[in-house]
């Protein structure tokens, strides 16, 4: 069964750093990966969504990257504010089954 | 813009009580999705759907039942709930093989 893990499972910055955040996955046959965030006691809101044959996607001081074959996503954040304060969860899908898995999430803390 | 709604944000019910919980999709997306999420444990897929009056159980489906009678409502239906099934429980929609949207999610506490 697909593993996603998210480390570190939180982190604290101060405002202005520009931060990474990880997702690592045991098999690489994966149809796509998706970015998310979640604000405390909410759903999840879609950040980024890359396909297998992408290398990286970005959106505004977002950029999601991709190594299928290392089973590796990184989630770079750009000149953080106190407003990305949230966890951001990974999930890959593999493309049968329509099941989509995720990790753990990593709780970002922006410091003003 | 996309939308997914759930009937209810906060619910309080009482040990075997049968609870539904509804989840309405405008995107016409056929697959639709229950999860659970419990910190430290994640997201759990309960059931899913991927067309109408069609479902498949996820990882933890015991206790959960689903009702998929138009495209755009998924219910999960607690048959007699317990406090073990206090959580979080997000609905998410797609479109085959894209990507997920969620609902606001419901804080479900059984007393």
């Known amino acids: 069964k697909q593993e996603v893990t998210q480390i570190p499972a939180a982190l604290s910055v101060p405002e202005g750093e520009n931060l990474v955040l990880n997702c690592s996955f045991t098999?690489?046959?994966?149809?796509?990966l998706q970015w998310f965030r979640q604000d405390p006691g909410k759903g999840l809101t879609s950040l980024l969504l890359?396909?297998?044959?992408?290398r990286e996607q970005t959106s505004g001081r977002l950029n999601a990257s991709l190594d299928k074959s290392s089973g590796r996503s990184t989630l770079y954040i750009a000149a953080s504010q106190p407003g990305d304060s949230a966890t951001y969860l990974c999930?890959?899908?593999?493309?049968?089954?329509?099941?989509?898995?995720f990790g753990t999430g990593t709780s970002l803390t922006v410091i003003p | 813009d996309v939308k997914v709604t759930q009937s209810s944000r906060y619910l309080v019910k009482r040990t075997g009580e049968k609870v539904f919980l509804e989840c309405v999709q405008d995107?016409?997306?056929?697959?639709m999705f229950w999860y659970r999420q419990d910190p430290g444990l994640g997201l759990r897929l309960i059931y899913f759907?991927?067309?109408?009056?069609?479902?498949e159980k996820g990882d933890i489906p015991e206790g959960y039942s689903v009702s998929r009678e138009k495209k755009e409502r998924f219910s999960l239906i607690l048959e007699s709930a317990s406090t073990n099934q206090t959580s979080m429980y997000l609905c998410?929609?797609?479109?085959?093989?894209?990507?997920?949207?969620f609902g606001p999610g419901t804080r479900l506490t059984v007393t």
């Open positions: 998410a929609s797609s479109l085959e093989y894209d990507e997920q949207y």
């Open positions: 098999d690489s046959a994966i149809y796509n």
């Open positions: 890359i396909q297998s044959s992408q």
């Open positions: 999930a890959v899908f593999k493309g049968t089954g329509n099941q989509f898995y």
């Open positions: 995107m016409d997306h056929e697959n």
């Open positions: 759907s991927y067309d109408v009056k069609m479902k």
